[in-house]
């Protein structure tokens, strides 16, 4: 405990805020993106999207590929209760969908769907974006699907693929090695 305490201070005394910050390219990826407070109109559809799942007292069959659940018993599971323990926060699919906003990356991949709370946030950050995401469970997939339709969010592509079995990307454009 005492020692949590020395280390909580010296986290205190060393933490600068953005003030201190002297990269231009940092100081405004902190105070326009990371800080930036201001409401914004898709936050409402990213609340909406998330209650649409939370409502959901449905129960699905699930794959599950990691060392198995702490919080679930059965592989049946309410899909309210998937998107409550797997998914993104609302916080960090706030800034994740400021960070997709302020990059406007052209392509994404996202590893694991789930469902699609990550997705919607990119989704919603760049709408010219081409996402593709990979999840491995066809039912929870199924339920992103579902989920990405009822929103119109078309410019996401969902593949049920395990990823390990899914190709690697082309390397056409990298460099050759010396
Ligand atoms: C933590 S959840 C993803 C959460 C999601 N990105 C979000 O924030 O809303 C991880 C997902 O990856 C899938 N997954 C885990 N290991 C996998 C594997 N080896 N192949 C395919 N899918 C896998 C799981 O089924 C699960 O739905």
Redesign the pocket.
Known sequence: MLFQIKSYLQFLWKSKNEHAVHSPFVFTLITKCFYDRKPKADYRVLKKYRNSLLENSNTIE?????AGSKVFKSNTRPISK??KT???SRK??EL?FRITAYFQPSTIL????????????LALGNPKAKIT?????KE??RIAQEQFAKFGLTNVNSVV??????SKPSTTNRKPST
């Open positions: 699930i794959k599950d590929f990691g998937i998107a797997a998914g993104i960090r699919a994740l996202e590893i694991g769907t789930s469902v699609g709370l990550a997705t919607s946030a995401t990979l999840e491995g469970c929870t997939a693929t395990e990823f390990s079995t899914t």
